[in-house]
T-cell receptor, first 118, second 110 residues
Framework: ETGVTQTPRHLVMGMTNKKSLKCEQHLGHNAMYWYKQSAKKPLELMFV???????ENNSVPSRFSPECPNSSHLFLHLHTLQPEDSALYLC?????????????????FGAGSRLTVL | KNEVEQSPQNLTAQEGEFITINCSYS?????LHWLQQHPGGGIVSLFMLSSGKKKHGRLIATINIQEKHSSLHITASHPRDSAVYIC????????????FGEGTQLTVNP
């Protein structure tokens, strides 16, 4: 366990379903992130939250809806997804998310949620 | 062309060999990260560096800012080092915006 817990680890859903991915960290970090990792592609940043406020939305389609109720929890709500959205979704946290500061931007990743959209 | 290029894409070594993975980038950065991803998906941050060299156990990371190049070295490699090694760079203006390389798949045979 890295200190960042993701649930569920595996999810299979149809295109009309609504589901949510959950991420929780008990590291006292202030920033949380969602990343997408598709097969044979580099990791892609989706969203960044810093002190519960969304600071980055990397042109993510609206069928992905993030929610950050507090600095320890991050959700990714999924609805009407497409098969090409099948991927590994990784949550991460860091002490801070602002301008580079030694040590503050080191990411701690969760184990990921493997999503398959049928 | 990706902003972050890694080489080689795949690397197979025998146990005990010295391994080098390279990373070149084309943008201004504030820091460079080396990450390790094991089968199953979990990612571990190995190093974050903005200059010079860092060492942790059998792992050494170096960076040359002028040449926009970094290397990850593994000494006395072991089968448990088998994983995907990912290079990522932090944007100059935002430490949170990372651009990732495609990763290097390392397999160390006993």
């Amino acid at each position: 366990e890295t200190g960042v817990t993701q649930t569920p680890r595996h999810l299979v859903m149809g295109m009309t379903n609504k589901k949510s991915l959950k991420c929780e960290q008990h590291l006292g970090h202030n920033a949380m992130y969602w990343y997408k990792q598709s097969a044979k592609k580099p990791l892609e940043l989706m969203f960044v939250y810093n002190f519960k406020e969304q600071t980055e939305n990397n042109s993510v389609p609206s069928r992905f809806s993030p929610e950050c109720p507090n600095s320890s929890h991050l959700f990714l709500h999924l609805h009407t997804l497409q098969p090409e959205d099948s991927a590994l979704y990784l949550c991460a946290s860091s002490q801070g998310a602002g301008r580079y500061k030694s040590g503050a931007n080191v990411l701690t990743f969760g184990a990921g949620s493997r999503l398959t959209v049928l | 062309k990706n902003e972050v290029e890694q080489s080689p894409q795949n690397l197979t070594a025998q146990e005990g060999e010295f391994i080098t993975i390279n990373c070149s980038y084309s943008v201004g950065i504030s820091a460079l990260h080396w990450l390790q991803q094991h089968p199953g998906g979990g990612i571990v941050s190995l190093f974050m560096l903005s200059s010079g060299k860092k060492k942790h156990g059998r792992l050494i990371a170096t960076i040359n800012i002028q040449e926009k190049h970094s290397s990850l070295h593994i000494t006395a490699s072991h089968p448990r080092d088998s994983a995907v090694y990912i290079c990522a760079v932090s944007d100059e203006t935002s430490g949170s915006r990372l651009t990732f390389g495609e990763g290097t798949q390392l397999t160390v045979n006993p």
